[in-house]
């Protein structure tokens, strides 16, 4: 082979190789199937696998967050570093590709955005909720208790026509004295202000399987949750090491006729890899909203693993959860 034609060749591996890396980090990380939700209040059809619909379920999105700019979209944090254990306001806006301030959005789970702010070791998570300006500015206070790395998300659907739903990420610096904690072990519940959640379920790479998180308070079931967003939980899961962004949808919806207000929430979702996630399910009862945090463990090649968490708790082994953060 003479010299241009190793040269072309190299060029078409690497092109090669480097497309296949931006598909796996950006459109193929499927949560629970390959087509994105066209909205909330859309039930998937019975009997349908990963392959395309979840029976009885919600279809999900792919997962996102892994990029600052997206279809044309951009996240611009105006405080992209805050103290520590200091009251502050976060404030931020989404930016077009003509470099203007996104000011109309579509609702979905009753808002026009939802903001998610993580530590990079996951062991701290706010589910905010900020408030737009006209000039399409958002600001929200939070106190962000540990110093270190953080990531934040913004979820939302323009509501320019035919648009799809973006989540777009952005680090965040918390200063202070930094001392990353480990990733917290694999529990099959966690408690939260005398809550205490029971993760059921498996999580496993390419394959849809049903979580169930049941909810209960002093050793009994809680039968009254409240809908929160338009939903009795919401479940988010963040790949531990890239923090990859997985809004996974409730099976069932309040008012359908069939989901109960508790004490099950369920959940079918599907591992975009092997590795370990983080979930948090956000529940509201007595008109607070609180966080179950749990570490999953995804094994390779493991359809039918369980999550590395034991089916109840031993002494010792519940997880407290951290605080919702409004």
Known sequence: MNTGLKIT????????????????GTSIDPVVAKKPPTAHDEHAEAGEGAGGK?????????????????????LALDTPRVAAGTASVLSFSVKDESGRKVTAYQREHGKELHFIVASRDLTVYR???PTRAADGTWSVGAELPAAGGYRAFADFKPAKKGATGVTLGADLAVSGKAEPAALPPARATA?????RVTLDGALAPGKANELKLTVSKDGKPVTNL?????AYGHLVALRAGDL???????????????????????????????GAYRLFLD??????????????????GGADANTGAKPSAEPGETEKADGHGH
């Open 283 to 300: 529940f509201q009862h007595k008109g607070e909203v609180r966080t179950a945090a749990f570490t999953v463990d995804v094994p390779a």
């Open 127 to 129: 589910h905010l909720h």
């Open 54 to 74: 979840t029976a009885g379920g919600h279809e999900s999105a792919p997962a996102g967050g892994l990029q600052i700019s997206e279809g044309g979209y951009t």
């Open 226 to 230: 409240q809908p929160y967003l338009g």
């Open 191 to 195: 408690e939260v202000d005398g809550y």
């Open 9 to 24: 060749a190299f060029a078409a591996a690497i092109a090669a190789t480097f497309g296949t890396a931006y598909g796996v």
């Open 244 to 274: 990859a962004y997985l809004h996974v949808h409730p099976n069932g919806e309040p008012g359908d006729g069939v989901t109960e207000p508790g004490p099950e929430v369920s959940f079918t979702a599907t591992a975009p890899s092997s």
